[in-house]
């Protein structure tokens, strides 16, 4: 019987975290785990924050309000849902997004990074947290492409000086979680893919293939 786990997935847009989610998920369902997933923000959050962005600016948006808000919304899913999750044996949820990305992005609004983790200590502190990070122009040139691809919408936030700003907010407020991992997504999908799961491995301690890496630049 295989102890339940909790891993979040985190990161920057174009930083290709649904992918990654998707070849985590395969792996691990090889392994004989159930796999569940809890995306944030959840209905609740996700219905508030865009009633309230319709009346207020960008300039005077209340960044303790919105923390309340998603943290409220955190704890209703985690009673909900989650908590139960964990309690079954041969179980992992996987988290895409969670309270990582309200420190980051609420750090923007005049809450401190601290204040945010102290709100959200209920929550059960994951198993491992991986923070997918890349260049802020691969990144745009990947949110482009998936316009064109799929026709998704570019949010305000998905533009070269703000991806940069928020790169670095990630790496500040990950260095404040347990377990985190920053994953730089720049190479191809397969080799993050190779290092996430050499990562899942240790946590789950599946024996690891030797391997050699041969750097051909220049």
Do not use: W
Not at 53 to 62: G, W, Y
Not at 124 to 139: K, N, R, S, T, Y
Not at 186 to 191: I, K, V
């Amino acid at each position: 019987m295989k102890q339940s786990k909790l891993i979040f997935f985190e990161g920057i847009s174009g930083s290709g975290k649904n992918t990654q989610i998707e070849l985590a998920t395969s792996f691990l369902s090889q392994q004989g785990y159930n796999i569940y997933f809890s995306t944030e923000p959840g209905k609740i959050a996700k219905e508030a924050i865009a009633d309230y962005k319709k009346f207020v600016s960008a300039e005077r948006r209340d960044g303790r309000f919105e923390t309340l808000i998603y943290t409220a919304d955190r704890n209703f899913l985690l009673k909900t849902s989650v908590e139960e999750k964990l309690r079954q044996p041969d179980s992992i949820v996987i988290q895409d997004r969670s309270y990582i990305s309200t420190a980051v992005y609420q750090s923007f609004h005049g809450m401190s990074v601290q204040e945010i983790l102290k709100l959200n200590s209920f929550y059960p502190q994951p198993d491992i947290a991986f923070v997918l990070l890349c260049d802020p122009e691969i990144a745009y040139e990947r949110i482009k492409k998936r316009y064109e691809e799929t026709g998704a919408p570019i949010s305000e936030n998905e533009n070269i000086n703000m991806i940069s700003k928020l790169r670095q907010r990630y790496e500040v407020v990950a260095k404040s979680i347990p377990n985190s991992r920053i994953i730089h997504t720049d190479g191809s999908e397969t080799a993050v893919a190779y290092q996430i799961r050499s990562h899942l491995k240790n946590l789950l301690d599946i024996p690891m293939s030797k391997a050699i890496f041969l750097d051909k630049d220049g």
